[in-house]
């Protein structure tokens, strides 16, 4: 797996909360007329789109590890890479959009601002469907995670968990991790 694979989960976290906050303070801007609001908007939306940027990149480092050595579906793991791609896009477009603005006068400003901002409304909706994609992959087949070092197996795959699906065994493994964290404390006193 490619170095920037491992850091995918602590990645998307970035292009989820700017891209929705972009949004919404772009709407802020527009519905209370702040210039200052609408100024942090363009900034949220440059490093979300940076954001989303990296999260494609290492996301695509990543999908190796659940597709081939955990037996996750490709298609439920392709699907949330292109609904990724697509969010970038959005994101890319509004940044466009937003830049082109700000370079126009009078009605194709208003214009091109407009569609800036339904792009970025658009933008922090496909992130949010992005978002819970990927978190079906991790909390419903187990995706990129490891119990005791060791990566947990889709149960479809041959091998995998016995007697049930990914999210309840790595539910039964935290809860011994934290009884085992909890018994250490103790004893320390």
Excluded at 22 to 28: D, E, K, P, R
Aim: no cysteine; hydrophobic share 50%.
């Amino acid at each position: 797996m490619d170095v920037l694979g491992q850091f995918h989960p602590q990645i998307v976290h970035t292009p989820v909360a700017l891209l929705i906050f972009s949004a919404l303070f772009a709407i802020a801007g527009r519905l209370f007329d702040r210039e200052w609001v609408r100024k942090a908007s363009v900034l949220l939306l440059v490093f979300g789109f940076l954001g989303a940027f990296a999260a494609v990149r290492s996301g695509d480092a990543a999908h190796h590890v659940p597709e081939d050595e955990q037996g996750v579906s490709e298609e439920e793991i392709d699907e949330h890479g292109q609904m990724g791609e697509r969010t970038l896009y959005l994101a890319g477009g509004a940044l466009v959009a937003v830049i082109a603005a700000s370079r126009l006068t009078g009605q194709a400003a208003a214009a091109v601002g407009g569609l800036a901002l339904v792009l970025q409304i658009l933008a922090a909706m496909a992130v949010g469907f992005t978002g819970r994609a990927g978190g079906e992959l991790v909390y419903e087949y187990g995706a990129n995670v490891r119990v005791g070092g060791q990566l947990v197996k889709h149960p479809g795959a041959g091998g995998g968990l016995p007697g049930g699906a990914a999210a309840d065994t790595l539910g039964a493994a935290f809860a011994e991790h934290e009884e085992h964290g909890e018994h250490e404390k103790h004893e320390g006193h």
